[in-house]
């Protein structure tokens, strides 16, 4: 038995295939699980709306094809942030916010993961991060309610873009159900940017890291990097992750359209679990 698990971001994958097909290739990849994304666009937002057919539909589709969705990515809070002063948009955030909990404990979901936003398409302020803290407290409480772990993902912006500004905000709401979700291609980002060791930063969160999203970066370049062609130092921060408990590991990549999109999935997955067998 392994004594990790490994998933696969979901966006990995074409879109065209369905929820089976989907799991059925992350499975052939070598994965242990997925992690399904609420983003911006309103085709993934409507998902938090799913009738009790849909949700059995992709209930009955995890049995057939024996592999899991066990986490979420609420992207969707990076254009509805939750502390935006727009009462319209961060209602709208608040509202999926509490759905998408709701739709993960109705999955069997255990993590959801939102972005350390304020505010993105915008400035940061007093206001906003007053705002942002106070739906923050509230979704804590929704998690609670619902049996289901939050985990703030560190951003590529200034407000949260490592593992110790996310740990201030995890002290002031101070809630189990809170914790936190770093990415390993943003806080090296930060870390380089701002001088400081990427793997001193993630000790910092020992005890709060529920788990960690691999992904590649170079400086000032935070998406669609290929795995080991970037700067992040993946055997320091695995190593650092592991030495401060944490077992489950995603690794994020997108579909660009490229003919290669299924080797590029398998290769995450055997890279990186070279690196993790290495702490098992």
């Given at each position: 038995?392994?004594?990790?698990?490994?998933?696969?971001?979901?966006?990995?994958?074409?879109?065209?295939?369905s929820w089976k097909e989907k799991m059925l290739c992350a499975k052939e990849c070598?994965?242990?699980?997925?992690?399904?994304?609420?983003?911006?666009?309103?085709?993934?937002?409507?998902?938090?709306?799913?009738?009790?057919?849909?949700?059995?539909?992709?209930?009955?589709?995890?049995?057939?094809?024996?592999?899991?969705?066990?986490?979420?990515?609420?992207?969707?809070?990076?254009?509805?942030?939750?502390?935006?002063?727009?009462?319209?948009?961060?209602?709208?955030?608040?509202?999926?916010?509490?759905?998408?909990?709701?739709?993960?404990?109705?999955?069997?979901?255990?993590?959801?993961?939102?972005?350390?936003?304020?505010?993105?398409?915008?400035?940061?302020?007093?206001?906003?991060?007053?705002?942002?803290?106070?739906?923050?407290?509230?979704?804590?409480?929704?998690?609670?309610?619902?049996?289901?772990?939050?985990?703030?993902?560190?951003?590529?912006?200034?407000?949260?873009?490592?593992?110790?500004?996310?740990?201030?905000?995890?002290?002031?709401?101070?809630?189990?159900?809170?914790?936190?979700?770093?990415?390993?291609?943003?806080?090296?980002?930060?870390?380089?940017?701002?001088?400081?060791?990427?793997?001193?930063?993630?000790?910092?969160?020992?005890?709060?890291?529920?788990?960690?999203?691999?992904?590649?970066?170079?400086?000032?370049?935070?998406?669609?990097?290929?795995?080991?062609?970037?700067?992040?130092?993946?055997?320091?921060?695995?190593?650092?992750?592991?030495?401060?408990?944490?077992?489950?590991?995603?690794?994020?990549?997108?579909?660009?359209?490229?003919?290669?999109?299924?080797?590029?999935?398998?290769?995450?997955?055997?890279?990186?679990?070279?690196?993790?067998?290495?702490?098992?």
């Amino acid at each position: 038995m392994k004594k990790y698990k490994i998933g696969l971001y979901e966006k990995a994958m074409r879109d065209t295939l369905s929820w089976k097909e989907k799991m059925l290739c992350a499975k052939e990849c070598g994965y242990d699980y997925m992690e399904i994304c609420i983003d911006a666009s309103e085709a993934k937002i409507s998902r938090i709306y799913m009738s009790a057919e849909e949700k059995h539909e992709i209930i009955n589709a995890m049995f057939e094809a024996d592999f899991p969705i066990r986490s979420m990515s609420v992207s969707a809070l990076t254009k509805y942030a939750l502390g935006d002063p727009d009462d319209n948009i961060r209602a709208r955030g608040t509202e999926i916010m509490e759905k998408s909990i709701e739709l993960a404990a109705d999955l069997g979901i255990r993590t959801v993961m939102i972005p350390g936003y304020d505010i993105y398409f915008g400035e940061s302020t007093l206001e906003t991060k007053r705002l942002f803290l106070e739906n923050i407290k509230k979704g804590a409480d929704i998690a609670a309610q619902n049996g289901v772990l939050l985990g703030f993902e560190t951003m590529e912006n200034e407000f949260m873009n490592t593992v110790g500004k996310a740990m201030k905000y995890i002290s002031l709401v101070d809630s189990p159900y809170l914790k936190i979700y770093p990415d390993s291609g943003n806080i090296t980002n930060a870390a380089v940017l701002h001088q400081h060791d990427v793997c001193e930063d993630l000790s910092l969160g020992k005890g709060n890291v529920i788990a960690l999203h691999l992904k590649e970066s170079k400086p000032g370049i935070f998406r669609e990097v290929p795995f080991l062609t970037g700067h992040v130092e993946f055997e320091r921060i695995i190593e650092t992750a592991w030495k401060i408990g944490v077992r489950r590991f995603v690794t994020e990549l997108w579909d660009v359209g490229q003919d290669t999109w299924k080797e590029d999935i398998c290769f995450a997955n055997s890279s990186m679990r070279k690196i993790l067998d290495k702490q098992a």
